[in-house]
């Protein structure tokens, strides 16, 4: 549930100090050129959608393109696990919510839920481990404190993942 406070909408947390709600990191439509021959979005696409919906995610934890370029860091996915729940077609709203599952020291757990926004059916849900990294030593390195905690406090515990 969100709280409303003024114009701003602030996530609630539950008892144990974790988001209850995920976050909104995208919202877009299937186009035509999307689909693949049997009418409904490639694969491809997809993992295109949810790509763009974790920079955002990646963002409000402060992982943003300003702090990659000037402390010389990146962020490299080491694995993800896609499941197809229901086809898109060509002119279906989708919406992605996503959260954080686990932080560790140099690694983020985190997820995507992609729904159709007419039905509401979840059409696909996303599974990504990252790791952060040096760019210039091109190996993994420790997140700052301060994302870290950012990063804390966009966990959740979602049903089904």
């Known amino acids: 549930m969100l709280a409303v406070h003024g114009n701003r909408r602030e996530p609630q947390t539950g008892l144990d100090g974790k988001m209850t709600e995920k976050t909104i990191t995208y919202r877009g439509v299937v186009y035509p050129w999307h689909c693949d021959h049997i009418g409904h979005m490639n694969v491809m696409w997809y993992a295109g959608k949810f790509d763009a919906a974790t920079w ?10 300003s702090y990659l370029r000037q402390h010389q860091r990146g962020m490299a996915a080491v694995e993800q696990n896609i499941t197809y ?31 159709n926004e007419e039905t509401g ?11 952060h990294m040096d760019t210039r030593a091109r190996a993994a390195c420790s997140f700052p404190e301060e994302i870290r905690t950012r990063a804390q406090e966009l966990t959740v515990t979602p049903e089904g993942v």
């Open 121 to 131: 059916e979840i059409a696909a849900v996303t599974t990504l481990t990252g790791v």
């Open 85 to 115: 729940k229901r086809e898109l077609r060509a002119g279906d709203i989708v919406t992605i919510r996503s959260g954080i599952l686990e932080v560790k020291d140099k690694v983020m757990r985190f997820f995507h839920e992609m729904r």
């Open 56 to 65: 955002h995610l990646l963002a409000q934890a402060g992982i943003t393109p």
